[in-house]
């Protein structure tokens, strides 16, 4: 079946450094990755996206490459901010996933630290 | 404002006492689902609805109900909670199964002694 793989956390870093989460997935056809984030207290959202292989999503200064090759879609971001304090989960939708169509890593979360 | 409501947010009850916890989304969506989430364990999928009175289980179903008589609304129903069902609890739409955007209420943390 489809199944994602994250890194286990949690993660702290410093502000203004460097953040790489893996993640790296397990499905059938070819499927579309995402990056969801929780706020603590909130409701996951939609962070970014990538449909086809070698496409990049970007959003709020994160991007994901999606590789097909090594089958990863690791989340990355040049300088964090204590407001990127958040759990950070990978997903995946297959084309054949049937009725439940999203499938979600385990989270990771990160703390930054000022 | 697009959104998904979850109430009651917070919920402290007593092993077998029934309770239900609402759901509702305002985007005229098709799918919408349950979700708990506990700490090591990620998001599992409860239940989910693909449209009005359709309905079926997802990864972790028993002890739990729902129904969709409506397609805003999607409550979910805990018969005679016991304490292995305290967890933060999402719903979710998305507009239809294949679209890939979910949006998810802001979550209901249960407690049962």
């Known amino acids: 079946g489809n199944s994602v793989t994250q890194m286990e956390g949690p993660v702290t870093l410093s502000e203004e450094a460097f953040l790489t989460i893996n993640c790296t997935y397990t499905a059938t056809g070819y499927p579309s990755l995402f990056w969801y984030v929780q706020y603590p207290g909130e409701g996951l959202q939609l962070l970014l996206k990538a449909t086809k292989a070698d496409d990049k999503g970007s959003n709020k200064g994160f991007e994901a490459t999606y590789r097909k090759e090594t089958t990863s879609f690791h989340l990355e971001k040049g300088s964090v901010q204590v407001s990127d304090s958040a759990v950070y989960f990978c997903?995946?939708?297959?084309?054949?996933?049937?009725?439940?169509?999203?499938?979600f890593g385990k989270g990771t979360r990160l703390s930054v630290i000022a | 404002e697009a959104q998904v409501t979850q109430n009651p947010r917070y919920l402290i009850t007593v092993t077998g006492k029934k309770l239900t916890v609402t759901c509702s989304q305002n985007?005229?969506?098709?799918?919408m689902s349950w979700y708990r989430q506990d700490p090591g364990l990620g998001l599992r999928q409860i239940y989910y609805?693909?449209?009005?009175?359709?309905?079926d289980k997802g990864d972790v179903p028993e002890g739990y109900k729902v129904s969709r008589k409506e397609k805003r609304n999607f409550p979910l129903i805990l018969e005679s909670p016991s304490p292995n069902q305290t967890s933060l609890y999402f719903c979710?739409?998305?507009?239809?199964?294949?679209?890939?955007?979910?949006?998810f209420g802001p979550g209901t943390r249960l407690t049962v002694t």
């Open positions: 985007m005229n969506h098709e799918y």
């Open positions: 979710a739409s998305q507009r239809r199964v294949d679209s890939y955007e979910q949006y």
């Open positions: 997903a995946l939708i297959s084309p054949n996933s049937g009725n439940t169509p999203l499938v």
């Open positions: 609805s693909m449209n009005v009175e359709v309905t």
